[in-house]
Antibody, heavy 123, light 109 residues
Framework: EVQLVESGGGLVQPGRSLRLSCAAS????????MHWVRQAPGKGLEWVSG????????AFADSVKGRFTMSRDNAKNSLYLQMNSLRAEDTALYYC????????????????WGQGTMVTVSS | QSVLTQPPSVSGAPGQRVTISCTGS?????????VHWYQQLPGTAPKLLIY???NRPSGVPDRFSGSKSGTSASLAITGLQAEDEADYYC?????????FGTGTKVTVL
């Protein structure tokens, strides 16, 4: 079964850091680009970041650029999002999503989604 | 501020046809980039509904169809059913980044 399972969310104070993980199974992980997409409570979807199949290219939304980094370990079929200098506006459900293709520099879709991990930034 | 604009809500009676628009610009849809559509049922993760403008993944009913023209795209649902009540999002590519539409809530009357 093709599956993505996120973990690492929780309650964190403004200015602190948090690292999210996503465990992939059921497909050849290192063939595909991967992404993080978030959804604030009651709001729409926002693409956060993406990484190519071989980690050669990463990209970030302007709202998180310089604060978030993204990495993957193809040997462990795992994806990571390191979130630093967290703000209240980063509060959201964070989804891990699989790309249809291998690069992030393309107009491709996300064909597999995890169930999400909730991040709450509050003092 | 999303670069892809959708109507906040659309509604229809069971069996009717509804359409959802996704309006972009010359830097995204108008530049020839593909549009994809997602369905998000209440309390669940989004699901890919239409990819590359008009293609349905395996398992998606043919009641759902997509099209693209100029700087806009549309999702049509024919034979509306109660289980279609959900949020729908378009997605494309702009300035080397993936972008989502503002989202549309479909209500079945």
């Amino acid at each position: 079964e093709v599956q993505l399972v996120e973990s690492g969310g929780g309650l964190v104070q403004p200015g602190r850091s948090l690292r999210l993980s996503c465990a992939a199974s059921g497909f050849t992980f290192d063939d595909y680009a991967m992404h993080w997409v978030r959804q604030a409570p009651g709001k729409g979807l926002e693409w956060v970041s993406g990484i190519s199949w071989n980690s050669g290219i990463t990209a970030f939304a302007d709202s998180v650029k310089g604060r978030f980094t993204m990495s993957r370990d193809n040997a462990k079929n795992s994806l990571y999002l390191q979130m630093n200098s967290l703000r209240a506006e980063d509060t959201a459900l964070y989804y891990c999503a699989k790309d249809i293709g291998g690069t992030i520099t393309a107009d491709d879709a996300f064909d597999i989604w995890g169930q999400g991990t909730m991040v709450t930034v509050s003092s | 501020q999303s670069v892809l604009t959708q109507p906040p809500s659309v509604s229809g009676a069971p069996g009717q046809r509804v359409t959802i628009s996704c309006t972009g610009s010359s830097s995204n849809i108008g530049a020839g980039y593909d549009v994809h559509w997602y369905q998000q049922l209440p309390g669940t993760a989004p699901k890919l509904l239409i990819y590359r403008n008009s293609n349905r993944p395996s398992g998606v009913p043919d009641r759902f169809s997509g099209s693209k023209s100029g700087t806009s795209a549309s999702l049509a649902i024919t034979g509306l059913q109660a289980e279609d009540e959900a949020d729908y999002y378009c997605q494309s590519y702009d300035s080397s980044l993936r972008v989502f539409g503002t989202g549309t809530k479909v209500t079945v009357l």
